[in-house]
T-cell receptor, first 110, second 114 residues
Framework: AQRVTQPEKLLSVFKGAPVELKCNYS??????LFWYVQYSRQRLQLLLR??SRESIKGFTADLNKGETSFHLKKPFAQEEDSAMYYC????????????FGTGTRLQVFP | KAGVTQTPRYLIKTRGQQVTLSCSPI?????VSWYQQTPGQGLQFLFE???????NKGNFPGRFSGRQFSNSRSEMNVSTLELGDSALYLC?????????????FGPGTRLTVL
């Protein structure tokens, strides 16, 4: 069965510290991986996707098929990064269906 | 462009009743997906519609149904409500219904079942 696991419910760091939000997936085919973010009182929005290999707001994520992971990283956390982060898996490019992890709340203290 | 809109934003119903939620996608978007968000289960996929056709369905009982209209607006219906149906229901739209395009989420409808 397809599954996305985010082992940490809460991650707390100080401003300027590196951040790594963990995401592991279970899928035997070729996955499409995404990170979505929800800031306080805002809508869920796409942060980045692995096929774009882009860096958004200083965040990057590399798909590691051997370890079935797609960890989100940022070298220097900012207070405005505090939000709920969801890792999501799509099993096909011909569908919008996403399988979400349970999310990790990132708190960045000043 | 206006974002995805969902109506109503809040709803209180009692067990056994039925409810209809509405989602208006971004203009020009043909794909609409629905998700249920609860503290215990997180975000779970309900359905996906593209050009009025249901393309995918999640593991929910038959009490959950949906449809899409020719203008791409979508509705979902839950019949015989149960306490466990209390949740935030999110819809998302995209232009092509292919995973490579960005999905835009609405603010959600918060359903409370008493």
């Amino acid at each position: 069965a397809q599954r996305v696991t985010q082992p940490e419910k809460l991650l707390s760091v100080f401003k300027g510290a590196p951040v790594e939000l963990k995401c592991n997936y279970s899928y035997s085919g070729s996955p499409e991986l995404f990170w979505y973010v929800q800031y306080s009182r805002q809508r869920l929005q796409l942060l980045l996707r692995h096929i774009s290999r882009e860096s958004i707001k200083g965040f990057t994520a590399d798909l590691n098929k051997g370890e079935t992971s797609f960890h989100l990283k940022k070298p220097f956390a900012q207070e405005e990064d505090s939000a709920m982060y969801y890792c999501a898996l799509s099993t096909s490019l011909n569908t919008d269906k996403l399988i979400f992890g349970t999310g990790t709340r990132l708190q960045v203290f000043p | 462009k206006a974002g995805v809109t969902q109506t109503p934003r809040y709803l209180i119903k009692t067990r056994g009743q039925q409810v209809t939620l509405s989602c208006s996608p971004i203009s020009g978007h043909r794909s609409v997906s629905w998700y249920q968000q609860t503290p215990g289960q997180g975000l779970q996929f309900l359905f996906e519609y593209f050009s009025e056709t249901q393309r995918n369905k999640g593991n929910f009982p038959g009490r959950f149904s949906g449809r899409q209209f020719s203008n791409s607006r979508s509705e979902m219906n839950v019949s015989t409500l149960e306490l466990g149906d209390s949740a935030l229901y999110l819809c998302a739209s995209s232009s092509s219904g292919q995973g490579s395009t960005t999905q835009y989420f609405g603010p959600g409808t918060r359903l409370t079942v008493l």
